[in-house]
């Protein structure tokens, strides 16, 4: 059971606000991403980490930005929040094994709404 | 450019009957597949994978089928159950290199099984 927490799980907020979305994971992963998805649509890399100070932009620009102060915490952050950033957010870890294909462990997600 | 593809939004399936999901890869590069279950307002859980070097691997009433010179892999549930309704995301993932971990997601497909 994988245990990757998100908080909060909906946000409402006004344009211009600052945001940030918390992810956490007890797993000890070295990896964790962000994802973002549209309804009805593909789940797009914006930012992924492969340790602590790692951080690289993903396939998808973002505005946002993130960082990777301990292994387990892996925050991302909206300077000014637009309406173009209503979304869902999805956070996911994986660890090393094997030949190195571990499965993404995802958590339950933020929708985030910008007014 | 869509890397990876489900051409359904949507199947619909008898309780009992098989579910056949497709999923369709332009990157040659990919060299590990995943399928996804995602229920609403909850994140991608994995379900099940499959290498390259394989063309088939089963996990109970999961059996994911990879045909390499096509560039076609699907997903095939038996019997289907109505807990089985949700979305479910193809992904792929490059080999080795800077894309390690990093996964490419098809726009999913809305699997409903009806009692």
């Known amino acids: 059971e994988a245990d990757i927490y998100q908080t909060p799980r909906y946000l409402v907020i006004g344009t211009g606000k600052k945001i940030t979305l918390e992810c956490s994971q007890t797993?000890?992963?070295?990896?964790m991403y962000w994802y973002q998805q549209d309804p009805g649509m593909e789940l797009h890399l914006i930012h992924y980490?492969?340790?602590?100070?790692?951080?690289e932009k993903g396939d998808l620009s973002s505005e946002s930005t993130v960082s990777r102060i301990r292994t387990e915490h892996f925050p991302l952050t909206l300077e000014s929040a637009r309406p173009s950033h209503t979304s869902q957010y999805l956070c996911?870890?994986?660890?090393?094994?094997?030949?190195?294909?571990?499965?993404?462990?995802f958590g339950n997600g933020t929708r985030l709404t910008v007014t | 450019d869509q890397q990876v593809k489900q051409n359904s939004p949507s199947l619909s399936v008898q309780e009992g009957r098989i579910s056949i999901l497709n999923c369709d890869y332009t990157n040659s590069m990919f060299d590990y597949f995943l399928w996804y279950k995602k229920y609403p307002a909850e994140g991608p859980t994995f379900l099940i994978s499959i290498s390259s070097i394989k063309d088939k691997n089963e996990d109970g009433r999961f059996t994911v089928f990879l045909n390499k010179s096509a560039k076609h892999l699907s997903l095939h549930i038996v019997p289907s159950q109505p807990g089985d309704s949700a979305v479910y995301f193809c992904?792929?993932?490059?080999?080795?290199?800077?894309?390690?971990?990093?996964?490419?997601f098809g726009q999913g497909t809305i699997l409903t099984v009806h009692p």
């Open positions: 980490s492969y340790g602590v100070n790692s951080t």
């Open positions: 996911a870890s994986s660890g090393s094994q094997g030949a190195g294909n571990s499965p993404l462990h």
């Open positions: 992904a792929a993932k490059n080999a080795g290199g800077t894309s390690y971990g990093k996964l490419t």
């Open positions: 797993m000890g992963h070295d990896k």
